[in-house]
């Protein structure tokens, strides 16, 4: 972690209410969080505690019901959905536990699906999918199969590169292990380590203690609020528990 470096995205107060007819949950409560160049960061708390919502929001997905989004310095509120996908597009990667891979779709359609919007040539693109896949400590054979002819590890190593295949400074990452044996998650982890060696920040939700002492601080949220920050202790991680 380096906390001297600038901030990429601050959330300053964000307030997050869900209003379903006459029902309101108030999911986040005046939450302050920055995200800065090359940090490592992990967030745990229950279920219901807020975690995917402020995910939602620093991944520029849904909007705040009060206080302000800054992304690179950049207050976004002002911003039409379009800049935000944009935005979204150049600056973000997303992974989630579920995968969320396209079915229907090749591996290497899959992975090239946020390049298409930047309208590069073909091969460009599958040039930069080849890296992503590689990255992730893919095969180039998975490019041509189905996601469902792949493990459940290796679909979510498909997911992580179709995230960093257009080189966004920050991965967002919501229960990437959660349907992950030990094995496959511990590679998934070293993935995102790797990917952190290189400079992107990386935020990761968990329910896992030795997946967030994989990361260099860990956040706790409870009923929508921060409530304790903390240093990761590397000894009770994924990683050291397995080597
Ligand atoms: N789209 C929505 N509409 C209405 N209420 C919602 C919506 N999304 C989340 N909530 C509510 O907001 C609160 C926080 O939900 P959130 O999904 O952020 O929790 P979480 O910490 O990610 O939980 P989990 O660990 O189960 O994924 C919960 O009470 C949830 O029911
Ligand atoms: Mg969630």
């Given at each position: 972690m380096r906390t001297s470096e600038k901030p990429l995205i601050e959330l300053v107060g964000i307030s997050k209410e869900y209003r379903v007819g006459e029902i309101s949950t108030v999911?986040?409560?005046?939450v302050n969080f920055t995200v800065r160049s090359g940090d490592l960061v992990a967030i745990m708390g229950p279920s219901g505690s807020g975690k995917t919502t402020l995910l939602n929001m620093l991944g520029l997905l849904d909007r705040p019901t009060k206080g302000k989004i800054i992304f690179e310095g950049r207050?976004?509120?002002?911003?039409s959905d379009r800049e935000l996908a944009d935005l979204r597009n150049r600056k973000l990667g997303f992974v989630f536990q579920t995968f969320n891979?396209?079915?229907?779709?090749t591996v290497f359609e899959n992975v090239e699906m946020p390049l298409?919007?930047?309208?590069?040539p073909r091969s460009v693109r599958a040039e930069m999918v080849k890296e992503a896949i590689l990255k992730v400590g893919?095969?180039?054979?998975?490019?041509?199969?189905?996601?469902?002819?792949?493990?459940g590890g290796q679909q979510q190593r498909v997911a992580i590169a179709r995230a960093i295949v257009g080189n966004p400074p920050i991965i967002l990452a919501d229960e990437?292990?959660?349907?992950?044996?030990r094995a496959s998650a511990r590679i998934v982890v070293e993935t995102f380590l790797n990917l952190n060696k290189e400079g992107r920040s990386i935020v990761i939700v968990t329910h896992d203690p030795e997946v967030a002492n994989c990361t260099e601080k860990i956040y706790v949220i409870r009923d929508g609020s921060i409530i304790g920050e903390y240093k990761a202790n590397p000894g009770e991680s994924l990683i050291s528990r397995m080597s």
């Open positions: 999911a986040l409560k005046e207050d976004v509120s002002k911003l891979l396209i079915s229907r779709l298409i919007p930047r309208g590069l893919g095969e180039i054979e998975w490019l041509r199969k189905k996601p469902n002819q792949l493990s990437p292990t959660g349907n992950l044996d």
